[in-house]
Each structure stands twice: as C-alpha cells, then as structure tokens.
C-alpha cells in the first residue's frame, strides 16, 4: 500500500483528554443535580458532536439552548488543561511523515480552540497541512464529511490514507469515507472499535502493528 496521507483526530488519539472531558461535563450536570458515568461517556460522548451529545443529556430543551451549554462545557475543560504530553509516538510518526513527505491532518469534533489549546500545548500546532473542525461542517463526525473534506484538501483517494481514532464515532466517520482505520486502544475495547469500522488495532504509535504497515525511512 502506498500512503499518501495521515489523518488524525485528537482527543484521546493524540492527546489523553477523557478525563479532563468528564470533569467538565459533570462539573456542568451539577447544576441539575446530575452526573455522567465513564460508561456513559465513552458510548454517546466521546467523539460525537455537540448535538447529540446534548441531544442525548436533555431531549426536552429547546435545541436553541445547546451551543450556549456546550460552549460552557468546553470552557471548562479548557480550564483544566495544563501542561499536555502527546500519546507515546506521536512525535515518531510525524517525523515519518516529514522523512516521507507524507502530508498529515488532523480531523477532529472538538472546537477550533480546543484544538488550538492542545496542539499548542504539546507544541506540534506546526506539524498538520491542515486541521479540520467537524463543527464548522455541514456534518461532523459519526458523518464521513470531515475525513471526505480532509481528503479533499490533501489531494488524496481514501484507499492512499491511514486514519487514527478512538471513538465510535471517529471509527465510523473515517471508516464510512473508505479509509484504513486504526482503533486506538484509549478508552474503548478491540471488539468495539473492530465493530465501528476499525480495520486495524493500536495501543498507541509505538505498536508495532502500526510500523509493519509504515515502514521507517531510511
């Protein structure tokens, strides 16, 4: 296989954040006496978008009312990150790629700030051809659209790319625009992700399944 391109998605794919994400939701479900559980969050939050994640968490509030939550919610997560460390490989396979001249992206639901906030962080904001927001789509992820629009971006036919998720919803959405998935082992179990979409099974960008289908440069 000739890869043309690698796409990432970031929380929980490049940087450990369901945490921090579950802090702040129950920190907001507070307010109503409520709380979520890790459960809950890994199977209708994590990597799903703001509508029906909100959707989901209040079925009776007026729609109009779930930007103002969600915009909230992702404040306080913000709020608690400090310093970030990238997952275990990270820097390995973005110096792969350059070696290789291989274009990489991250696709990602989080909001454009999130985004900013973390890869700044951990200080590889430089490192991406381009970042695409789910939210400023007609369609976020479970949806292809953002990895469709990654591709378009890239110039790349999906059977050219890898993709790299660890939610449902990220398996999906990559899987569904045709790409080769890897489930990233982070939260969810191998016959979860296998059962999205995943084709492919990584603890993180060290494993060695990952570097029999990369070969390193010379």
């Known amino acids: 296989m000739v890869i043309s391109a690698l796409l990432f998605d970031l929380d929980g ?5 369901d945490e921090l ?3 702040a939701y129950n920190q907001l479900l507070a307010r109503w006496d409520r709380s979520m559980d890790i459960s809950y ?3 209708n939050v994590m990597g799903f978008p703001d509508d029906m994640i909100f959707g989901g968490l209040f079925p009776d509030m007026p729609v109009a009312q779930y930007a103002a939550l969600a915009a909230e919610k992702e404040a306080m997560f913000r709020a608690q990150l400090g310093e970030t460390h990238p997952v275990p490989g990270v820097l390995r396979i973005l110096d792969y790629a350059d070696a290789a001249n291989i274009p ?3 696709v990602t639901n989080a909001p454009r700030e999130n985004a900013a906030a973390m890869l700044g962080g951990m200080g590889i904001a430089d490192r991406f051809d381009t970042l695409v927001i789910g939210g400023e789509l007609a369609q976020g992820k479970p949806h292809p659209m953002p990895y469709l629009t990654a591709l378009e971006i890239l110039g790349v036919e999906a ?3 890898l993709a790299f998720e660890d939610s449902l919803a990220g398996v999906q959405s990559a899987s569904a625009a045709g790409i080769h998935t890897f489930g990233m082992l982070a939260g969810l179990q191998e016959n979860q992700l296998r059962e999205a979409g995943a084709r492919s099974i990584i603890r993180d960008f060290n494993d060695a399944a990952l570097w029999d289908w990369i070969k390193p440069v010379s």
């Open 41 to 43: 969050y890994k199977a």
């Open 159 to 161: 059977h050219e790319a």
């Open 104 to 106: 990489v992206a991250v």
């Open 13 to 17: 794919t490049l940087i450990d954040t």
């Open 21 to 23: 994400h579950l802090n």
